[in-house]
């Protein structure tokens, strides 16, 4: 099985491997740990998202750090003035995560838009200075411009602003395989969709979602939908699910590495249909996708109950 190696927005990944520096693992492994590959979500019935049902990043990156036997500092809220001298204090100690902010108000990301994650580096006089994983390491930005992205107001799993994560610390040391193997019973759950977590009103998961996008593609994609697809979603998503087979493979777990190997096939096919305009061919693929959350839940519970 060949791994993915490339550009992609990881934007929390990324950032997180960052701010553990040396001790990180690749930031597939990071990934995989937050739980993101093991889903699919139609949000509110119209708005698809290649992750779980329920699913959102800050429960993601909790979840990796944990796994991975660190521990953090979260905080978050205050007015603005206090939540920069709070980050500009962090960051006198080392880099910070911060995230998610509203991508659309960094002013150096010309067609920025979605919720990201990156880090602090220093808050110098009226600017911040960053490492931004979309392509931008040492970006600069006036503190009024970050503190209005940091505020995140259009995230809408957010009921919070100005969230950050610093102070990482080894809890324990584990290694790479343990901690993948700790995250499948949580992978599992998130392929069977979880009840636990609120939703809007009509959103979907797993096959229903993507059975139900195949219906909107052939009534007529909205062309908003469609640009969040081409732009981030399937690339997102099958990079994911890609990443999650290869790390499967490496835990000795080939069935359940085929079977998120085939998702990301079938989700990566999308693109050029998307692009092209050739509709039955994406509600077609759509269509195949579906069974395939069950199959990998399936494959992942026998995993599961029979540990090597």
Known sequence: MLAYLGSGPYCYAHSLAMVLGPASP?????????GSPFGMRLVGGTRPFFDPYGWD?????DAAVELLGWRCERSHGGPPGEALDRLRAACARGPVLVGPVDMALLSYVPGGAGDHYLVALAVE?????????????WATLPTADFLAAWR????????????????????????VPRALR???????RW????????????????????????ELVEAGLDEAVRGTLVHFGVRVGARRLADAATWLQNLGLPAA??????????????????????DPAVAATLRRLAPG????????????????
């Open 26 to 34: 690749e930031v597939g492994v990071i990934e995989t740990l937050t």
């Open 57 to 61: 990043p800050e429960l993601g990156v």
């Open 257 to 278: 590495a085929t079977a998120a190997a085939d998702q990301a096939r079938l989700l990566g096919a999308l693109q050029h249909p998307l692009v092209t305009g050739d």
């Open 182 to 188: 700790a995250s499948l019973p949580a992978a599992v």
């Open 293 to 308: 959350y069950d199959r990998l839940r399936t494959t992942l519970t026998t995993s599961v109950a029979t540990p090597s």
């Open 152 to 175: 995140a107001d259009a995230v809408e799993y957010l009921d919070t602003s100005y969230v950050m994560r610093t102070g990482f610390v080894r809890a324990r040391r584990t290694s």
């Open 125 to 137: 006089r009226d600017t911040v200075v960053l490492h931004d994983p979309h392509g931008h390491p």
């Open 191 to 214: 392929l069977s969709g979880r009840d636990d977590l609120p939703v809007p009103p009509g959103t979907l998961g797993g096959a229903a979602a993507a059975l139900r996008l195949a």
